[in-house]
């Protein structure tokens, strides 16, 4: 989605294929701001590094791991674009792999971009694992994570510019 910078605050979440992880980072965040009565003052989307999952919804596993948790993932895959960098305010790159992917995409983006990581405290891992291929642990992992980052990434996009944890782990 495109939108003109601060009217109103949006987020893009990155993962590689945006078939496991970004779809799930959407999926978390779109409920919180639902449930915070917030969901038509942040656009939230996804998209991933590679095309090669264009168009099509996420992973089996992933879905069914989400939905045991209350989330619903609707999306589609994408691949990020050099525009996605210029008109969302909040990038979240879901490991250091994909951050460096993204900042290949676009030189000097105005988007913020930042890893999920940034959003937690230090028993988390730097990078959200991608769980694409293995077990049932792996999906349920991710969604904890992610949904652990959630309420400080909505904190961050909607006033406060500071660290949440004093990490510093993005670009």
Request: negative net charge; contains cysteine; glycine residues 8%.
């Amino acid at each position: 989605m495109r939108h003109v910078k601060n009217n109103p605050k949006s987020i893009l979440f990155v993962c590689l294929g945006n078939i496991c992880r970004s779809p799930t980072g959407e999926g978390i965040f779109r409920s919180y701001l639902q449930q915070h009565g917030a969901d038509q003052e942040i656009i939230v989307d996804s998209a991933g590094t590679i095309g090669y999952h264009q168009g099509k919804p996420a992973d089996a596993r992933m879905r069914q791991t989400a939905t045991r948790h209350g989330y619903d993932l609707q999306s589609r895959s994408r691949k990020i674009t050099p525009a996605d960098l210029e008109s969302f305010d909040l990038v979240i790159a879901m490991d250091r792999e994909n951050l460096q992917d993204i900042n290949h995409v676009h030189a000097a983006p105005t988007a913020s971009v930042k890893l999920l990581s940034h959003f937690l405290d230090d028993q988390w891992p730097t990078d959200v694992p991608d769980p694409y291929y293995g077990g049932d642990e792996g999906f349920e992992y991710v969604v904890d994570m992610i949904a652990a980052a959630v309420p400080k990434i909505y904190e961050h996009l909607i006033g406060s510019e500071d660290t949440p944890n004093g990490r510093d782990n993005d670009s």
